[in-house]
């Protein structure tokens, strides 16, 4: 798992400094897939799959980043929509969505962290608890100044789910003005 978080970090610097490089944000999504599988089989990425796993002196305790499904019940998260297109916007627009979903699971629902690829994309998240049956919302506000062309952010939610993450996505065409 620590292995997935440093990979995560590196995803999250990179996703910074190229705010704007949509090749960038589709290797971002790649490896975003690649640590959700490796969090959902509690496996280890290695560039050669033969070679044996390096020993990490990791203080995490291993219950805190279970490698198998908890058992108990569970809360679960169902969203209407995972992914809105704006469609085309004008360059320097500041544009929202709102995701709603509902925790139709067996178990109080906690989102203890929310994040995306970009700065200039900004969620915002309920921080308390969401019961058994009970809706709520992830809002999205993305500012388009200086991102030319096709944008495709992801918002990363941490959750008491399984697995543990969650994502939605947006995507705009922004052009410039008179475009």
């Known amino acids: 798992m620590k292995i997935a978080k440093i990979l995560l970090g590196v995803i999250v610097a990179a996703g910074m400094v190229g705010c704007g490089n949509s090749e960038l944000e589709s290797r971002i999504t790649k490896l975003e ?10 496996g280890v ?5 033969t070679a044996q796993p390096i ?10 980043t279970p490698a198998t499904k908890p058992e108990g019940p569970l809360p679960a998260i ?12 004008k360059d320097g627009d500041v544009v929202e969505h709102v995701f709603s979903f509902v925790n139709n699971g067996e178990a109080p629902l906690i989102i203890s ?9 900004v969620p915002e998240w309920p921080k308390t608890p969401i019961a058994v049956g009970e809706a709520g919302q ?7 100044k200086n991102k030319p062309g096709v944008q495709t952010k992801t918002v990363t939610l941490t959750t008491n789910t399984w697995p543990t993450t969650q994502r939605v996505q947006i995507k705009a065409n922004v052009v410039k003005e008179g475009q």
Do not use: M, W, Y
């Open 78 to 89: 169902q969203f209407e929509e995972k992914l809105h297109d704006f469609g085309t916007i």
């Open 55 to 64: 020993a990490v002196n990791n203080p995490t305790p291993a219950a805190a």
């Open 113 to 121: 962290d929310a994040k995306a690829t970009c700065g200039c994309t």
């Open 33 to 42: 897939g690649k640590v959700a599988a490796l969090e959902g089989k509690g």
């Open 138 to 144: 992830i809002k999205v506000r993305f500012n388009s």
């Open 45 to 49: 990425a290695r560039a050669n799959p």
